[in-house]
Nanobody, 115 residues
Framework: QVQLVESGGGLVQAGGSLRLSCEASRSIFSINTMGWYRQAPGKQRELVAAITSGGTLYYVDFVKGRFTISTDNAKNTVHLQMNSLKPEDTAVYYC?????????WGQGTQVTVSS
């Protein structure tokens, strides 16, 4: 079992920045992949960025160069630094952990980007 708690969402103007954090209930060394997803109203949840336990990074094309995923292993935390935010980045952002054959989700944090 892995519990995930997200924080850091909020309201920001276009061009601004936010940093999301996701604290896991156990060492992230034991988690195969940590990722951030987002879901906008009326749309499906989509992967934004991910990092494996081996350090491999993945970004979806529309956030490359703007978002950075990183880990703080001492705090069992994964961050998503979001820069140059756009109104189309508005969504609920979810943290995800994949360990063994299971997938775990956080409760989500709202990010709203005003134009």
């Amino acid at each position: 079992q892995v519990q995930l708690v997200e924080s850091g969402g909020g309201l920001v103007q276009a061009g601004g920045s936010l940093r999301l954090s996701c604290e896991a209930s156990r060492s992230i060394f034991s988690i195969n992949t940590m990722g951030w997803y987002r879901q906008a109203p009326g749309k499906q949840r989509e992967l934004v960025a991910a990092i494996t336990s081996g350090g491999t990074l993945y970004y979806v094309d529309f956030v490359k160069g703007r978002f950075t995923i990183s880990t703080d292993n001492a705090k069992n935390t994964v961050h998503l630094q979001m820069n140059s935010l756009k109104p189309e980045d508005t969504a609920v952002y979810y943290c995800n952990a994949k360990a063994a054959l299971s997938s775990y989700w956080g409760q989500g944090t709202q990010v709203t980007v005003s134009s």
